[in-house]
């Protein structure tokens, strides 16, 4: 006989409703269950009639499900999150819904859909995610199907520092309309805090795609910080709504004296079993502002006596960044031209270049009240860092590797925001909020006898401390090969002593390291995998899978060319068919990256 499953925990009952409810059906037979069912079936379709003396067919005729595609585009997970919870939900308003990254996606079958509902970032200087790079090139060329029929609506995201804020979705909006497909929901472009704007535009576009026998009470609205993701373990507990206080048990300065770097080692202590991560996520760290610089924009703006005002700006409002909304209610609130000039043509790019907001105030000053500057402001936003430790190896703790940012522009000193609220204002025994992002395009594979190719400078090294500790847990056979590049052996060689360890062990079969300023030459990362050319390939035709963390705009970015060069030398040296070699790892899920 088949055991009856219980309930999940996620189901949307009470503990104490689930708990009756499992003590029902375990002991009900399957004629019983049969009856209840078709019972509840003719209760859906029999809505808004009188209860009194209404007749209920115990099995009453099913509605047919609206087809729904959820397209996504993601670049730190967000686009991806929002997707998978609308499938939850538009399952329960009789949508038949299928979720789509659009680096698997084909543009002929989305061409197709009857309803499409599109979440899509925009990163960097308005590049869509490295992810669907393909697609929205396809999409935007000449030989793009025609989209008749299709009925549609973007949620663009993306961050207002950036001056192409939300290009990507602005893109692919119009362009679906050029193709033939009907807008049904306005598009929304949101900023880094747009959980609860996302909530309610994908409740407005569910209502509007839904199908047109669906009753009006039967219409969920969206939640999407209580919402259940695609699976149950798919959606950690503590998110960036939802962080928990953890306690900093260890913070080293793993740079020695005389570096130019300063690299901390951060380990935070969290005493609950819901904080669970993979090694590849990533931990999100709420910071807490210089109040030196809270000080400063205070009194710019003539508040510098309100105490209470500055302890706000400390733990609260994002007061760095310089974006073009912000820029233009200032412009509005003072009515000064000269604020509003900055907004045409090219003026915001170049006054804000290597410029924060302090320096809007003081080259603009105003006496403003409280309440005018804070509404000036956006909410503080956490930061992301790839997760360095295995919590296998580490119970109820996660290790960061955070790389101190400190420069200085247009005669002030500048500080990253979280970098220097771990390295200059955190303390051992203290505490911070963290949260957890999965990142589910960036993790080992699921056979520990693949071998893995490891490529990362400076804090890019960070994830690879804790795929090695999970292999050495797990027992894992396959072999495993790090490339680790920075400036000098004697002072930035990070975790040193540790892959030392692990060579020893077995548990890190090989290592290459790349020091630039060691010699007069310049050597990187990328200079090394060229010279390993051959054995690379070897470990590739042995099922390799390969990883890069890092900065993509400079190692990423030059060693994904170098192993397309690499790739070519199997083609006879045509670059053209390495590429579409790498575009088919990609693919496979053998070449994976965390840049940024």
Known sequence: MTAVPFLPKNAPFTAEEINLLNQLVQKSTPLQRSWLSGFLAGLDAAQGQSSAGAAIAPAAQARPRQPLTILYGSESGNSESLALKTKKLAAKQNFDAKVVDMADADLATIAKSKNLIVYIATWGEGDPPQRAVDFHKALMSDDAPRFDGVRFAVLALGDTAYVNFCQTGKQIDARLEALGATRVADREDLDLDFQKAAAAWTDKALEVLAPADTAPNTVVHVDFKGAPAADEDDEPRFTAENPIEAEISALINLNGTGSTRETWHAEFAVDDPGFVY??????????ENDPELAGDLLKAVGLESDAALKQK????????????????GYAKLTGRKDVAKLLEDGELARFSADRQLVDLFESFPEKLSADQFVKLLRPLPGRLYSVASSLKAHPGEAHLLVGAVRWTSHGRTRKGVTSTYLADRCKTGGKARVYIKPNRHFGLPAD?????????????????????????????????????????FSYDFLYQLEWQDHLASGALSRIDVAFSRDQPEKIYVQTRLWERREELLKWLDEGAHIYVCGDEKGMAKDVDTTLAKILAETAKGDEEAGRAKLKELTKAGRYQRDVY
């Open 313 to 328: 700006l400390v733990h609260s409002f994002d007061i760095t960044t310089l974006s073009r909304p912000l820029v233009d």
């Open 448 to 488: 520990g006898d693949r071998p893995i190719i490891m490529i990362g400078a400076g804090t890019g090294v960070a994830p690879y401390r804790g795929f090695i500790e999970e292999r050495a847990e797990n027992g894992d056979k396959g072999k495993s090969w790090l490339f680790f590049g920075e400036r000098n």
């Open 278 to 287: 993979k090694p590849g996520d990533a931990i999100g760290l709420y910071p």
